[in-house]
C-alpha cells in the first residue's frame, strides 16, 4: 500500500481547484445559452430551466485528461485502453448534448451508448478475469466482452434515469468519484486516481449551481457521462492487484442508483408496463410524490452513497472469506427505504407508481 507524498496531494489539489473553478466558468456560461428545460408530467420541476449544465463536467474532464496525457506519464493506461475511453466518453457525450437540445427517442440514445461500449471493450478493455475468495482468479474469456458492455449500458443508463432531482445524480457521482480516488491511491492505481479526481473537480464546479436550488440542471450530457465513466472505471479498478472482487467497487458506491433503477425495471416488468415509456415510477420519484421533500431525498441517496464507499473499505480490509458478506451490505439501507417509500405512497393513496 503506498500513499502519494503531502507535497504531490497539495499539487493536485490546486490543479483540481483550477479545473473546478473552469467548470464553474463553464456552467455560468451554458445558463446564458439558456438550452431550457421545459416543465412536464413526469418532471420534478415547475418552471422552464437552463439544462446542458453536465457540459462543464464534461469539457473539464477532457481537459483534465489531455494535461494527464501529455504530462502525466505516471497516471497513463496504455495507449489503446487510453484512446478508447476518451473516444467513447467523447462520442457518448457528444450524442448526449444533441439529445438534450432535440430530445431524440432513446434509440439513437441507446445507439450512441452501444457504440461508445464496443469502442471501450473493442481496445481490450473488459473484464477478463472474476477473482473469488477461496477460488482465486477464474478467467471467463471472451464472455467478459458481453458483460462488460451490458455493464456499461446499465450504469450509464441508470445514472441517468436517477437524474431527476437538483442534486441527486451529481452528488452521488460526485462521492463515488470522491471515494474510488482515495481507494485508487492507496493501491496505487494511479489512472482511476487521477481519472476520479478529474471527474471529481467537474461536478465541484458544477453541482453549486444545481443544489439546493437549481439555477441550471446537468442533462443527459452530464449524466450519462458521469454514469459511463464511472463504469468503465470499475473494470479498470477491477485490475487493481491485491483486492479480490475489486470491480464490486463501484457498484457498491452506487448501490442506491443500481438498485433504485433495477427495483423499478422488475416491478414495471410484472406488472406487463412497457419498461422503456418515460415514467415517474422511480422509488426516489415516488418518496418525492408522496410528500419528501426534494432535498431530502437527495441527501438520503448521498447516504447511500457514502455507506457504500464504507462498505468499500470494510471490503477491501476484511479477509477474503468475509469479502461477499459486505458486498450484501448495501442492499439492508435499500430494504429498508423501500418499506418506507412504499408505506408512504399508500399512506397518501398514490395509486399507480408510474
Not at 493501491?187 to 443544489?211: D, Q
Not at 464490486?248 to 406488472?271: E, I, K
Request: contains cysteine; glycine residues 10%; hydrophobic residues 55%.
Amino acid at each position: 500500500m503506498s500513499l502519494i507524498t503531502t507535497a504531490a496531494l497539495l499539487r493536485h489539489l490546486a490543479f483540481a481547484l483550477l479545473l473546478a473553478l473552469c467548470s464553474a466558468a463553464i456552467v455560468r456560461a451554458m445558463i446564458a445559452v439558456r438550452v431550457m428545460d421545459t416543465p412536464e408530467a413526469r418532471k420534478a420541476h415547475d418552471r422552464p430551466t437552463p439544462k446542458g449544465g453536465g457540459v462543464g463536467i464534461v469539457l473539464t474532464f477532457l481537459i483534465g485528461i489531455a494535461i494527464l496525457y501529455r504530462f502525466g506519464a505516471f497516471a497513463r493506461l496504455a495507449d489503446p485502453y487510453f484512446r478508447g475511453v476518451i473516444g467513447a466518453s467523447v462520442a457518448i457525450a457528444a450524442v448526449a448534448f444533441l439529445d438534450d437540445i432535440y430530445d431524440w427517442p432513446f434509440t439513437v440514445k441507446l445507439g450512441a451508448q452501444v457504440l461508445a461500449a464496443a469502442v471501450a471493450v473493442g481496445t481490450g478493455l473488459y473484464i477478463q478475469d472474476y477473482r473469488l475468495p477461496y477460488f482465486g482468479a477464474i478467467p471467463i474469456g471472451w464472455f467478459g466482452i458481453p458483460v462488460t458492455a451490458l455493464w456499461l449500458l446499465f450504469t450509464t443508463n441508470a445514472m441517468n434515469f436517477i437524474d431527476g432531482l437538483n442534486g441527486l445524480a451529481s452528488g452521488v457521482a460526485l462521492i463515488a468519484a470522491l471515494f474510488l480516488a482515495w481507494i485508487a491511491a492507496t493501491h496505487e492505481a494511479w489512472f482511476v486516481y487521477a481519472a476520479c479526481g478529474l471527474l471529481a473537480a467537474g461536478i465541484a464546479g458544477f453541482l453549486p449551481f444545481n443544489f439546493p436550488r437549481a439555477r441550471i440542471f446537468m442533462g443527459d450530457v452530464g449524466s450519462q457521462f458521469c454514469g459511463f465513466i464511472l463504469a468503465v472505471l470499475s473494470v479498470v479498478a477491477g485490475r487493481i492487484e491485491g483486492v479480490p472482487l475489486s470491480f464490486m467497487l463501484v457498484p457498491l458506491l452506487l448501490s442506491g442508483v443500481l438498485f433504485d433503477v433495477a427495483f423499478t425495471l422488475v416491478r414495471r416488468w410484472r406488472d406487463g408496463e412497457n419498461v422503456t415509456k418515460p415514467h415517474r415510477g422511480h422509488l426516489y420519484q415516488v418518496a418525492h410524490r408522496s410528500g419528501v421533500s426534494a432535498t431530502t431525498v437527495t441527501l438520503i441517496h448521498w447516504g447511500f452513497a457514502i455507506f457504500g464507499g464504507i462498505c468499500c473499505l470494510l471490503f477491501i480490509a476484511e479477509p477474503r472469506m468475509v469479502k461477499p458478506f459486505i458486498v450484501l451490505l448495501p442492499l439492508l439501507p435499500q430494504l429498508v427505504w423501500v418499506r418506507y417509500v412504499v408505506r408512504r405512497a399508500r399512506a397518501v393513496k398514490l395509486g399507480r407508481w408510474g
